[in-house]
Every structure is written in structure tokens, then in C-alpha cells.
């Protein structure tokens, strides 16, 4: 299960940086975690299957919806 909070985190450090040759290591969760790549490909990954998840997840709730009458 992808740590919603961890992404969330490393998301907002790297959206604060300006200058992508600086990065804010002692903060961010995901360097010195890189076993596929690069810290930010596997923020990439995680933040994409969050994404995935979540429309899942709103398909299957917008269906329960449907079938119960809630768009008659």
C-alpha cells in the first residue's frame, strides 16, 4: 500500500524548489529509498497508482450510487 502522506510530502517539497539540481534531502521521504530509479520516478509511480486508486475508487462509488436510484 503506497503511503498517501509520504507522497504528499515529497510532492510539496519538490513543487518549493526552483532549481532541480537542489533537493531537499534531509526532508524528503524518498531519497536514499531508491531501488528502481531515481527518487523522482519512483514519486512519479506512486503518485500515478494514487491517482489510479482514486478513480477507482470514485467509479465504484458513482456506480453504488447509480444502482441505489441516486441519478433517476
Known sequence: M???EKVIK???????ETDFSVCVEEECPYIGGSKNGYCITNLE???L???KDQQKLIDEITQR???DG???
Open 2 to 4: 503506497i503511503d498517501r
Open 70 to 72: 441516486a441519478f433517476d
Open 10 to 16: 515529497a510532492l510539496e517539497i519538490c513543487v518549493g
Open 65 to 67: 450510487r447509480a444502482n
Open 49 to 51: 497508482a494514487l491517482l
Open 45 to 47: 509511480r506512486d503518485a
